[in-house]
Each structure stands twice: as structure tokens, then as C-alpha cells.
């Protein structure tokens, strides 16, 4: 049993203000670094003993990059940072009358201030079921089961005697084009092309399919038209068939029904929907659709002036009125803005303007030469941006050791096609086997 957290009073032993941050993703570390240098003590709880750089999970689900080299222990990240306690622990609660966060383990920890940045899931629509059929991306747990399902298929299809099957092996279903879906897809079928072919000896794996299946009329249905219509020409150019305006009714072992069509796939990947945390349930207060919180301006919990709320488990409205999107330059100004109130608040000086986002620019890689970036006052597209992509990526990253591997990973990827990270792990099971 963990050792219980609990003191009777809200200040910690050094009896200075103690903020609670949850969770250590893009909102939270951003929040605990802008709290470096204020008057108080911070508990920082994830149930991951890792911060994860989620923009580039998909490298890893697709062999392209190691966990490593986009995750970093959070002790590590706050070894500079006495004041900090980081705890590895799942929150299940919060006692908003008797100022506590409530853990799974049982245990309790007193704030003053609490920051919740609990971040969001992938959401089935209503389907939970399709999930084992249809693994999401979140993680680095599903980063390496989707991997490791990319490349048994490959395997299974070495070995299988039947036709049939082996399409069904090398049929690659990604659901939703989004920013992820379409890295997914073009990634894959890069694999397929360029990285695999001289590895196998029975299958030519050129033959893979992927098919990118949306519901909505264009890819990237977040970027200006043109730039959609860029992706989808690439993405074709890469061999993978786009799939516009047909909803997945059904996903299941054998494959997928999108549409009056049924496609055979072993392999599917979910890049569709997400759902908040369930952060308004633990506080007993309104959410929207998608279960995230609605808010105030100064990105507190309505009703609790002391719990502040960022990233992905929320939702303000920005500058022109639409929600503010859930992307991590979103939830890292939220982080930062929550610090810049909590230490006004302690310093006694009047609080800061109400959240505004700013919009720095929406990118998105289609393979391993092209990207689309839409600055808002500039387009781009093709090798230049994907060059801006690639620095921009390089420079978000954590640590001078981690750029130079991803930037060398990279190196050899576009010029050697090689993939070194393609490591089938977490064992074997029996239905690993390939049938007959
Ligand atoms: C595959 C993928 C690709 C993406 N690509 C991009 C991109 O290219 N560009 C971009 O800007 N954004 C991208 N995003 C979105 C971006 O990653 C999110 O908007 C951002 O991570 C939100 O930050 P957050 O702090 O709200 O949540 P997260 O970064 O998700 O962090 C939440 C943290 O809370 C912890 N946690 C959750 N529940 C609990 C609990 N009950 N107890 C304890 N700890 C808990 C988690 O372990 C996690 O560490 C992508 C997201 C995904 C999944």
C-alpha cells in the first residue's frame, strides 16, 4: 500500500502557499515553471512519471523514433527545483470544501491553490467497444501496441499462406484526418514504400494499403482549403487512398464498415473525437460536449477562485470568440497565464487580464519530405515547410541530447529511408500467431 499523503494543515512544512499542480503535460509544466522564483510550495502529481511530447507520438507508433526521445522523467525535469515535490499518483477526486485532491491509493493532499491540467482522451462517439479493435494515440503505452501492431502485421504476413488474409495483414485503416490522421497515414505508407521493401522475402510491401477514412468532406479540416487539398494530393502521391465523407459505423477484429463499405483490415488506428479528463466531475460543475470545462476569463473553475483549469480539460473562448483550440501552444500559454495570477495574488498586486490566446500557427507533416503550415498571414507548403516543421519541432523539444538524436533519427530517415526504432515488444501473446 502507497504511504498516505495527508497533512492536517493547507501550508506545507515550510508554511508558505502550497499549490497542488495535476498533471504534467504541456499545461502543468508550464504552470510549475512559471511559478520558479514565487513564494510557494508546489506538489506536482501525475500518474505518469514522464512528460510527453504528443505531437510527435506518432514517429513513435510508427517506428520512426524511440519513447525516449520524446518523453523525459519529471524528476529529472524538476531536479533543479527544490521547492517542487513531484508525486507518481492517480487523482480521483477533489474535496473543493476541504481544499483536497483525492487519490486513487486513497490518500489526500491539502492545497491552497489547485491547478488541474489533466489533459483529454480519444473518444470512441459512443462506441467504447470499438477501442480494442481501434487503439487511439495518447500515450507512449499506445504508441509502442500500435507499433507493435504495424509491424506483426507485416510479420503475419511473411508467414500466411491465404491471399485473403494476407490483404487483410497488409491493410492499414486510420480513422480521422486530422493533424494526426494524416501523419499516421502518410507515415505508414513511407514505411511500407521506402523502409520495409529490402527486409521481407515473401511479401512485397508495396502492396500495403493504408486508407485514410474521414467523415467530413476534407482532410485537415482545420487548415484553409487549399492547403486540405495539398494534403490530400500528397497523401495520394504517398499511395494512400483518402476516403472523404463516410462515417465509421463499426470497427471490429475483422475490419472496418465505413459508409455502405466494408473494408477487411487487421490493423486500424483511431485519430477521431477526444473527450476531457474527468475533471468537471470531480469538481460537480458544468461541461460541454466533449466533458471539458467551461472556464471563467481568468481560467478559474466557476465557483472556486482558488482551482484554476487549463489545456485540453477546458474550454475559454479566444480573441475571436471560438473556443480556444486544444493544441499544446494553447495549453502552455494557459499554464503560464495561471502562474502569472497565482503569484499576482500572492504578491498582492492587481490580477492580470483576462486569458488571451495567441495563435501562433497550425502545421502538419505528410510524410517524411512535405508539411503544410498555415501562419494565418502566410500559407506554406511542401519542402519548406517542411523544414519550418522540422526546426520547430527540434526546438520544442526538451534538452540538447534529445534535439541532436531526433534531429539525426530524422537525417537518416530522409535519406536512407531507414527506421531504427522498429522493435516489436511487450512480448508475445498466443493470438500473435498467425492462424492456420
Ligand atoms: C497524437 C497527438 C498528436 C498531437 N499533435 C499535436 C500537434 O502537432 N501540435 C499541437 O499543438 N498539439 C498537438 N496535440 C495536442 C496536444 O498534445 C494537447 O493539446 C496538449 O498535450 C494538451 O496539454 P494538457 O496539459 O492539457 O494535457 P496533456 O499534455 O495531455 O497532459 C495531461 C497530463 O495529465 C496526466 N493525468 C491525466 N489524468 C490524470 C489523473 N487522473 N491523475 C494524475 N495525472 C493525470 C497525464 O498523465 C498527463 O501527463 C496532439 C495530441 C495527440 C494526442
Not at 512485397?204 to 492547403?227: K, M, N
Not at 475483422?254 to 483511431?270: F, M, P, Q, S
Not at 475559454?316 to 495549453?331: F, L
Not at 519548406?384 to 526546438?395: T, V
Request: proline share 6%; with cysteine.
Amino acid at each position: 500500500m502507497t504511504a498516505q499523503i495527508e497533512t492536517g494543515n493547507a501550508a506545507g512544512p515550510t508554511g508558505r502557499h502550497r499549490v497542488v499542480v495535476v498533471g504534467c503535460g504541456f499545461g502543468g509544466l508550464e504552470a510549475v515553471k512559471g511559478l520558479a522564483g514565487a513564494a510557494v510550495d508546489i506538489t506536482l502529481v501525475d500518474r505518469r512519471n514522464h512528460h510527453i511530447f504528443q505531437p510527435l507520438l506518432y514517429q513513435v507508433a510508427t517506428a520512426s523514433l524511440a519513447t525516449s526521445e520524446i518523453a523525459w522523467p519529471i524528476r529529472e525535469l524538476m531536479r533543479g527545483r527544490p521547492e517542487v515535490e513531484t508525486l507518481l499518483a492517480t487523482v480521483n477526486g477533489v474535496d473543493a470544501a476541504g481544499r483536497r485532491v483525492l487519490l486513487v491509493d486513497g490518500g489526500s493532499l491539502p492545497y491552497d491553490t489547485l491547478v488541474i491540467a489533466t489533459g483529454a482522451r480519444h473518444a470512441y462517439f459512443g462506441h467504447p467497444e470499438w477501442e480494442p479493435f481501434a487503439p487511439g494515440l495518447k500515450t507512449l503505452e499506445d504508441a509502442t501496441r500500435i507499433r507493435r501492431h504495424i509491424l506483426l502485421a507485416f510479420e503475419k504476413a511473411e508467414r500466411e499462406s491465404d491471399p485473403k488474409e494476407q490483404d487483410a495483414q497488409l491493410t492499414f485503416v486510420i480513422v480521422g484526418a486530422g493533424p494526426t490522421g494524416v501523419e499516421l497515414a502518410g507515415t505508414i505508407a513511407e514505411l511500407a514504400r521506402d523502409t520495409l521493401p529490402p527486409d521481407f522475402r515473401n511479401i512485397d510491401t508495396h502492396r500495403a494499403r493504408v486508407v485514410l477514412i474521414e467523415a467530413g468532406p476534407r482532410v485537415l479540416a482545420g487548415y484553409p482549403e487549399d492547403l486540405s487539398d495539398y494534403a490530400r494530393r500528397s497523401l495520394e502521391n504517398l499511395g494512400v487512398e483518402v476516403e472523404l465523407g463516410r462515417a465509421v459505423s463499426e470497427c471490429t477484429a475483422e475490419g472496418v464498415t465505413y459508409g455502405d463499405r466494408h473494408l477487411a483490415a487487421r490493423t486500424i488506428v483511431w485519430a477521431a473525437g477526444v473527450r476531457a479528463s474527468p475533471a468537471a466531475e470531480w469538481l460537480g460543475v458544468t461541461a460541454d460536449r466533449a466533458g471539458r470545462i467551461a472556464v471563467q476569463p481568468d481560467l478559474t473553475v466557476p465557483g472556486h477562485a482558488e482551482i484554476f483549469a487549463v489545456g485540453d480539460t477546458v474550454t475559454v473562448a479566444g480573441p475571436d470568440g471560438k473556443p480556444v483550440p486544444g493544441i499544446a501552444p494553447a495549453a502552455k500559454q494557459e499554464g503560464q497565464y495561471v502562474a502569472g495570477v497565482i503569484k499576482a495574488r500572492l504578491e498582492g498586486k492587481a490580477p492580470p487580464a483576462p486569458f488571451r490566446y495567441k495563435h501562433a500557427g497550425s502545421l502538419a507533416q505528410i510524410g517524411k519530405r512535405l508539411a503544410v503550415i498555415d501562419f494565418g498571414w502566410i500559407k506554406l507548403k511542401g519542402a519548406i515547410a517542411w523544414w519550418l516543421w522540422g526546426i520547430a519541432h527540434i526546438y520544442f523539444l526538451i534538452g540538447v541530447r534529445t534535439r541532436l538524436m531526433v534531429a539525426i533519427n530524422w537525417l537518416w530517415i530522409h535519406t536512407r529511408n531507414r527506421r531504427s526504432a522498429r522493435l516489436i515488444t511487450q512480448g508475445r501473446t498466443p493470438d500473435d500467431e498467425t492462424p492456420g
